[in-house]
């Protein structure tokens, strides 16, 4: 069956503007992940969806930052008043039900993110 | 809290020799889990095994195997026979007990099998 998807696959954005990032899980995973990774890093963790809620929203670096999953399904990950410390690849995994089972998260192909 | 710790920034070696890519952790949580993925230049991270914190056993898989030590705290992977499709980044991650769904990586060793 399909993998996770993102997109867009690469954007490039100014300072200072408004992006949205899409994630969409493989059918039927309760729990959607996002990372973020740097350049010459491991992937970071941002936030954790268990269903239409954020389960664990603790590695979101400040309040630019949001994400949702309004129908349990798709995810967008929202970045106000982008900053050039803000390029990375943002990556999206999911997992069937990420219920304190600590399942393997089987990741997209991140989306590419630059600020210029 | 946790940690993972990849020592080897990049390895290069010869087609067919072997290679060991190390990890080592650190967490209070009694039951945990480790993983290893693989994170080729086409850049999506593909998972290759995870692990259990009561499990000690070592695994094989065709050309790749794991040594788990919790002595240690290490989680080491071998690839036997390397071949040039195995260049890639390869992450040691963890995870823990109580309610935490999320994964923390090391930073990866980078990989270069030279035909």
């Known amino acids: 069956g399909a993998g996770v998807s993102q997109t867009p696959s690469n954007k490039v954005t100014e300072k200072g503007k408004y992006v949205e990032l899409r994630c969409d899980p493989i059918?039927?995973?309760?729990?959607l992940y996002w990372y973020r990774q740097s350049l010459g890093q491991g992937p970071e963790f941002l936030i954790y969806?268990?269903?239409?809620?954020?389960?664990?929203d603790s590695g979101l670096p400040n309040d630019r930052f949001f994400a949702v999953r309004p129908e349990g399904s798709v995810s967008t990950l929202k970045i106000q008043r982008t900053e050039r410390g803000d390029s990375a690849v943002y990556l999206c995994?999911?997992?069937?039900?990420?219920?304190?089972?600590?399942?393997?998260?089987?990741f997209g192909p991140g989306t590419r993110l630059l600020v210029l | 809290a946790q940690k993972v710790t990849q020592a080897q920034t990049e390895i290069s070696v010869v087609e067919k020799e072997d290679v060991t890519l190390d990890c080592v952790y650190e967490?209070?949580?009694?039951?945990?889990?480790l993983f290893w993925y693989k994170q080729p230049p086409s850049g999506e991270l593909v998972f290759l095994i995870r692990r259990n914190s009561f499990d000690e056993q070592n695994e094989i898989s065709g050309r790749y195997s794991w040594n788990f030590q919790k002595s240690t705290s290490s989680f080491n992977f071998t690839i036997t026979a390397s071949q040039v499709v195995d260049s890639a980044v390869y992450f040691c991650a963890l995870s823990g007990g109580g309610g935490s769904e999320k994964l923390v990586f090391g930073k990866g060793t980078k990989l270069t099998v030279n035909p």
């Open positions: 969806f268990q269903g239409t809620g954020a389960a664990d």
């Open positions: 995994a999911s997992s069937p039900t990420g219920t304190f089972t600590q399942e393997t998260q089987y």
């Open positions: 059918s039927g995973h309760t729990a």
């Open positions: 967490t209070r949580d009694t039951t945990y889990y």
